[in-house]
């Protein structure tokens, strides 16, 4: 989602806000610009449709410098992609805001700032911060006062900072549902929405907590909370990596990424497991007491996390013993649930940071559940700091708009929660040894399945013409179907929708016709017979088939059916085994159909808005 980076320092701070841009351009944006306050306390802005290139290239033609300014990467929700939608925000050339979230009153608002004489230039709700920061500074000279009062009037998100011409030595942030941390340096402090940005900089951060408000000057920072009281807030030292200048020498991040998969499956495995178990402790130093005492798992999750908690529910149901439900977060928390008794909460989200998700932890806690555990790439995350529990998966760096690496890494570690929660829960000791033994193996035959790459980039180019697909699945690899039609749209923008196989004859093969292929992954299970089935009444249709199949499983290519031979692997790690040949088919049908793989349109990396 749109990105924020801001800076009080003596230096010229210009050139530090656009590597912070450039760091946050894999999250997705429209629009980038820049407010800065000279010495002199001249306010100058910059915007810019477009790439943060092209706010680059308007500094070289009309340079500017100063010691204290704020930049954003815009993603548009109110108003259309156009300069004046840009942020920053003025009100009066006084008020210089950027803005992250949604100011969901923000038109009763606009109403009464229009009615005392505030003229609005935009068509965003940003810019009724601005007007009503400027606003509340009519009756105080303190900033910090001015916007502790103006966000008592704002509903919804925000993640926002300010800069007053009149006083050019500081400026003011305030977090609410969307996050913000502070940069620590010698004589100079920063802000941003992701620390990535600041990693040029500083290795120390303050992660503002809900409600937050802070006045942040060169040798300063003072946090106040929500009533308005100081308060002192963990300093965390970052060893966090950042590779996005590197690609590798891959064509695209996304390509890298799914290399990297064999890599990050082995970190996240890595002194996690034990010869024939695993260490509990992994989840926290609480984990033990609480999956103990575990007879439900809710799974809330987003997108392509939503997918691997999918997947986990026929993992917790069948090997742990546990009855498991998933839902998506944007429905759970505007619908009366009901919490099941010894419930945890299992939260997934790559960043940490996902709108929905954040909320459907904070409601579940207040209804009841007895532990909450997120599984998560992003340390020191809102996800994490909020959750009882939480298991760092180790994806690094993911910069690729479509997930892939972090879906894998996701799907480790709910594999390794399910065999926790069975130790607990009746899982024999020979169950446990071998899920334990085909993780071990996992990485390896990661590896094995890359070397299908050559053979599916050029079965991709029969999709060059294709408009529609159809995935299916059965069982746990339902839900990997489900991901691949996702990956397929996302970067290709290919219309592609997943079914349990089974389902078939409740309606989709009506849309079977020698125009739609159809994406079949069909591992060497209990399932391949009737999955078997299935793909006979797509063949007695006239339908396209490519079949992702186990080597055993005795398909064979003709006219009408593309038959690529996945390596054999065990019941349980297939699903993490069959993601990646839908991903490399995804990646070479976008590559062939010329998008935009890395920052597909009108899509964000880390989605911190409704």
Not at 564 to 579: C, F, M, Q, R
Request: overall charge negative; proline content about 3%.
């Amino acid at each position: 989602m749109c990105g924020i980076v801001g800076a009080v320092a003596e230096r010229n701070v210009v050139e530090i806000l656009l590597e912070g841009l450039r760091r946050l351009e894999y999250r997705g944006y429209d629009s980038a610009g820049v407010a800065i306050l000279d010495n002199d306390a001249n306010l100058t802005r910059l915007r810019r449709i477009g790439k943060v290139k092209e706010l680059a290239n308007a500094i070289e033609e009309h340079p500017i410098k100063g010691s204290v300014g704020i930049a954003h990467t815009r993603w548009a929700t109110h108003g259309g992609v156009t300069e004046a939608n840009a942020h920053p925000h003025f009100s009066n050339d006084r008020i210089a805001v950027v803005h992250n979230g949604i100011i969901e009153n923000y038109e009763t608002l606009r109403q009464q700032l229009t009615t005392d004489g505030y003229r609005f230039t935009s068509d965003t709700d940003t810019e009724t911060i601005a007007h009503q920061i400027e606003k509340e500074l009519q009756s105080t000279d303190s900033l910090l006062t001015a916007v502790q009062t103006a966000v008592k009037k704002f509903h919804g998100a925000y993640g926002t900072v300010v800069m007053d011409k009149q006083d050019p030595t500081s400026v003011i942030v305030a977090r609410s549902g969307s996050p913000l941390v502070i940069g620590l340096g010698i004589g100079e402090n920063f802000i941003a929405s992701d620390q990535l940005a600041l990693l040029p900089v500083t290795r120390r951060f303050i992660f503002l907590e809900e409600g937050d408000v802070a006045q942040i000057s060169r040798t300063k920072v003072s946090i106040y909370d929500t009533n308005g009281d100081p308060v002192q807030r963990q300093v965390i030292e970052s060893d966090i990596q950042h590779d996005a200048g590197d690609k590798a020498g891959y064509r695209h991040y996304m390509l890298k990424e799914i290399h990297e998969q064999p890599v990050v499956v082995r970190n996240t495995l890595q002194g996690r497991l034990t010869e024939n178990g695993l260490n509990t402790e992994i989840f926290g130093v609480k984990a033990d007491e609480i999956l103990a005492k575990v007879q439900h798992v809710q799974i809330i999750a987003c997108g392509t996390s939503y997918h691997s908690g999918m997947t986990a529910k026929y993992w917790m149901e069948q090997y742990a013993n546990v009855s498991c439900n998933v839902e998506i977060a944007s429905e759970y928390r505007y619908r009366k649930s009901f919490i099941h008794p010894n419930t945890l909460l299992v939260t997934i989200s790559q960043s940490g940071e996902t709108a929905d998700t954040l909320a459907a932890l904070r409601l579940a806690k207040d209804n009841g559940c007895m532990a909450s555990l997120s599984i998560c790439n992003v340390p020191g995350s809102s996800l994490v700091r909020e959750s009882d529990l939480a298991f760092m998966t180790m994806a690094g760096a993911e910069i690729g708009v479509a997930s892939t690496k972090a879906f894998t890494t996701q799907l480790t570690g709910l594999l390794m929660l399910t065999t926790a929660i069975g130790q607990h829960n009746g899982m024999s000791k020979e169950q446990t040894a071998s899920i334990i033994t085909s993780l071990h193996t996992l990485p390896a035959k990661l590896e094995q399945t890359l070397n299908l790459s050559n053979e599916i980039e050029t079965l991709a180019e029969e999709f060059a013409d294709k408009h529609h697909a159809l995935f299916l699945g059965r069982g746990d690899q339902y839900p990997i179907a489900m991901e691949g039609a996702l990956k397929l749209k996302e970067i290709s923008y290919i219309h592609a929708e997943a079914y349990a196989s089974g389902e078939l004859k409740h309606g989709p093969l009506a849309l079977i016709d020698e125009h739609m292929p159809v994406i079949v992954v069909a591992p060497n299970n209990e399932l391949l017979e009737k999955l078997k089935s299935n793909v006979e009444e797509v063949r007695a249709r006239g339908g396209i088939m490519y079949v992702f199949a186990d080597k055993q499983a005795n398909f064979k290519s003709d006219e009408t059916m593309r038959v690529i031979n996945v390596p054999h692997v065990d019941d349980i790690i297939a699903p993490i085994i069959y993601t990646l040949p839908l991903q490399l088919l995804s990646y070479y049908v976008a590559v062939i159909k010329g998008t935009d793989v890395d920052q597909p349109r009108n899509l964000a990396k880390s989605v911190t808005v409704e």
